[in-house]
């Protein structure tokens, strides 16, 4: 079994830039692909970005293409998720999941994974 604990999360600014980390113990990341998602107050959980296991292979939501890139430290058991010009509407709990397997154009399917408690996004004018 694999826990997975997200960090970085925050009150920010609009415009503002964070980093959020998803870090892995109990089994590593190394060869599985990993998603971040997140759900804002009263919506559903969506898809934003995934990682496969290499690095080479990222997925973006196209809500968030150009502002979000999504980076991984095998060495270090971490995925990472840079969000730059932040937007009131990124405002939600960002949550990690793994393994999932990536689609094209599609958001990974997440039926196997696990999943970590969250890190709080609050984004004010």
């Known amino acids: 079994q694999v826990q997975l604990v997200e960090s970085g999360g925050g009150l920010v600014q609009a415009g503002d830039s964070l980093r959020l980390s998803c870090a892995a113990s109990?089994?590593?990341?190394?060869?599985?692909?990993v998603g971040w998602f997140r759900q804002a107050p009263g919506k559903e959980r969506e898809f934003v970005a995934a990682?496969?296991?290499?690095?080479?292979?990222?997925n973006y939501a196209d809500s968030v293409k150009g502002r979000f890139t999504i980076s991984r430290d095998n060495a270090k058991n971490e995925v990472y998720l840079q969000i730059d010009s932040l937007k009131i509407d990124d405002t939600a709990v960002y949550y990690c999941?793994?393994?999932?397997?990536?689609?094209?154009?599609?958001?990974?399917?997440?039926?196997?994974?696990?999943w970590g408690q969250g890190t709080q996004v609050t984004v004010s004018s």
């Open positions: 999941a793994s393994p999932v397997y990536l689609r094209t154009n599609r958001p990974p399917v997440v039926s196997e994974a696990y």
């Open positions: 990682i496969g296991w290499s690095g080479r292979t990222t």
């Open positions: 109990g089994r590593t990341f190394s060869g599985n692909a």
